[in-house]
């Protein structure tokens, strides 16, 4: 056990409550929920005479618990036989889940039963969280009293994963051990390491030098946003690796926690490091420089017997350190464009009698897949590599949607769930515009906890190709520890529940409860948690009122509507508000007069189309649905930027239409349409789309083009008084056809994909 966590922990118990508002729990809090918990009466108390007995092999578990309790308690634990007074450590066969355990404790002992160390190693993670975060004093010593419990548990996937991405931004090893830690408590098993980019090599190769002196660094990095413009760097030398001998470290830690880290090795694309260490590796032969900035690049390994070998010799020295069976290669957002022009690149198709770049983007992967399996491991490869062909053995991560994951689960490979719309941690997490910095994007802490990874395309017999699911940290934009951790937390919470807790025995308010009491520990292990819990949140319903909800228990809502600060002698909020008329709503979540978190922030806008009918011939993507059809004119905007809040409504490839139908024929002057524009993230707003105007006369129609230019939010303003003599007719409906982007063109992020469209609010005056 790493020192620093020690000293950390030790801090638990000394923790002030008066940091946060104190939580009264009716049941012990846990995360992830066990599979059963009930509470008994009374309770054990560990006083300075308790004792450890290990009645059977459990050493690992045993000697983590011993380090924890020999911090909590200042004093030294025997391993020895007793009867009373003891945490009793036992094998138990009838437990059949190899990560299953059970705990009973009373005011005799507390008994810890599994049939692995995996088992009693979860067991002690749920005995440290059953401990409590105060020490209740005696005038001789200090007791640790545990509530009487028999739990039974065990995890609903085998897989549980956190992804760390140390090529964008790199970190520490103690950084590393803190978040296997974290990991840890809540019984995760996976760190997936992302090593290496276009950005930055952060994995010491013996055998290439240069992968250290040039790969590891980067001349300069981008500030600010990707789509920024004009875009800014600041020509600071950036980088860094870890050394062979600090990963065998961060293994070693993290076996101890029975947690098995995985290597990504990135390939064929983004390969633009180790391509600038060695430009012989790249189709063109060219030199290159070390991205400075986020995105995807066309630089890609030439598939000679070159590149081959050097993938070989450096998987090996991966292999020699990682003993995961897995090895992560990546095979995400390969750009084929070098390829088509490469006479290498043509002539191994040629020679292989391939039909085009993506299979020799299989015939890629599945060499190396070969390769990796005649040293006895397998291949993990992002949902890409179902392009051209799956390679056989491999484990799809599936990140596009869950398509991938439906399309290779039933072929019968194992399928990792990590969707972009409830996996990605780097999206931001609330809807506060002072928010740090994210990639775009919206996943609330609700949404994650929602995640179902079992995709309802499958049947019963093809759902357990679905190993488990992962939460992912992309780091373009966390320079810091701390800011990796804030957008970690709590949403690893989250996940850690949707892992381990069967979908039957989860409940959100529940778990918020939870996760409010957890902030105390989260504050004793020093990690810098986002609470969002005591934000406001606020919708419009079917009758056209306003309505305000906070996730927290046991507080109030305080509002105005004239856009003043709410106070501790603002109206209490009871029912929807009214929206007749324009409003500026601001409200906060208060307990005993106090402000507890940001106050929330509303305009509303009341236009001549609220309250109308509208309609779309498509479905808004499940990961973006914004407030559904009546969104679009419920007076409210989306965040200008920001494409991923609970009012932009997101399309991926499809064409629009939009019919809005009023009760009563009206008088219209001017129509505005807003699109959103990130190209960076496949987002294109339409080049042109077509409106109709119904009157009882007949129907108009004008195509309107949009601007060209980099904006994030592009406007169109449409004025009626352009056609002659239409001035003061009245209108009995509105149809829009919007066609997609298209394909994203070569040159392009995402290029080879469908574009994304992003409506909001349509307003009418």
Known sequence: MSARFLILCSLILTLLSCREPEIKLSSPSVIPAPQSLQVLPGRFTIDQSTVIRNADDFTHSVNFLKSFLEVETNRSWETKYATENVILFEFDPSITAAE???????????????????????????LIQLLPLELEKSKENHLLHIPAVAIKDEPRFSYRGMHLDVSRHLFDVEFIK??????????????HWHLTDDQGWRIEIKRYPKLQEIAAYRDSTLMGHYNDSPRLYDTKKYGGFYTQEEIREVIAFAKARHINIIPEIEMPGHAQAAIAAYPEL????????VATEWGVFETIYCPDEETFTFLENVLDEVMELFPSPY??????EAPKTQWKSSPVAQQVIKENGLKDEYELQSYFIQRIEKYLNSKGRNIIGWDEILEGGLAPNATVMSWRGTTGAVEAAKSGHDVIMTPTSHSYFDYYQSENENEPTAIGGFLALEKVYNFNPIPKELTAEEAKRIIGPQGNLWTEYMTTSDQVEYMAFPRMLAMSEVAWTQAENKNYSSFINRVEYFHQRMEALDINYANHLYE????????QQYKLSTASLGKEIRFTTDGSKPTATSAIYKQAIPFTKNLSINAGVFKEGKLLGKVFKQQLLYHKGVGAT??????PNKSYPGSGAQGLINGIKGSDSRYGDSEWLGFWGDDIEIEITFKEPILVDEIKLRFYNATGQWVYAPEKYYIFLETKNGMISDLVGLPKNDNTLILSNYNLKRFKGFENKKINSLKFNIP??????????GAGNKAWTFIDEIIIN
């Open 740 to 749: 997609n982007y298209g394909i994203i063109p070569e040159g392009k992020q």
């Open 327 to 332: 090895i992560h290669i990546g095979g995400d």
């Open 536 to 543: 406001v949140k606020g919708f419009l319903n079917d009758q």
């Open 100 to 126: 299953g355990y059970t705990i009973e404790t009373n005011a005799q002992q507390v008994l810890l039963k599994a049939s692995t160390d995996a088992g009693a190693f979860y067991a002690v993670q749920t």
């Open 178 to 191: 803190k978040y296997i830690d974290a990991m840890a408590l809540l019984k995760m098993n996976t760190f």
């Open 614 to 619: 509208i309609t779309i011939n498509k479905e």
């Open 282 to 289: 790249g189709c063109t032969r060219e030199k290159v420089n």
